[in-house]
């Protein structure tokens, strides 16, 4: 993966790169305290401003017409502007042909749950002492009809 100088003639804005080679990946693993040996076949993205990753997602557990799982984590708020939040919810939705995206958060994980929330995702069960260290987890998700960041309109 190579980072590089940001492109963008906007300032603030951060550059989408694709996870070639699995950085992204460990760094989000990495940042959020996890291994990486539970990531199977994945699509992953990072997000980078002014030559720095600041973000990365990780598309997951991906069935075609059903559902994927999501990873995030990032170390600069920036990176959720409307551009990358668009290209996110469009790769989910209709790349990956997704009626759905699952994830889970920490129950004290406040500032998560606020920003995902905020987002649109809704919380839909509680998976009690089901983090390594027996956090509870709430899962959260979202359908493609109630997403407010698809640009096309009409075909959920």
Do not use: H
């Not at 760094?27 to 973000?55: A, H, K, M, Q, R």
């Not at 409307?82 to 989910?92: D, K, P, S, V, Y």
């Not at 995702?121 to 027996?134: M, N, Q, V």
């Amino acid at each position: 993966m190579i980072l590089g100088s940001d492109m963008s003639r906007e300032a603030g804005y951060c550059r989408i790169v694709t996870d070639t080679d699995g950085a992204v990946a460990r760094w989000v693993c990495d940042g959020l305290g996890l291994g990486s040996d539970w990531i199977g076949p994945n699509y992953t993205c990072g997000f980078v401003l002014n030559g720095e990753l600041i973000g990365g997602l990780i598309f997951n557990d991906i069935e075609s017409g059903k559902n994927l799982w999501w990873t995030i984590y990032s170390t600069d708020k920036r990176w959720a502007n409307r551009r990358t939040l668009a290209f996110i919810f469009e790769a989910a939705f209709y790349c990956f042909n997704v009626r759905r995206i699952s994830l889970l958060v920490n129950c004290d994980n406040t500032d998560c749950l606020r920003f995902v929330e905020k987002l649109g995702f809704k919380r839909e069960g509680l998976l009690r002492a089901f983090g390594d260290a027996g956090q509870d987890r709430y899962v959260l998700g979202m359908l493609k009809k109630e997403c407010k960041y698809l640009r096309r309109k009409g075909d959920e």
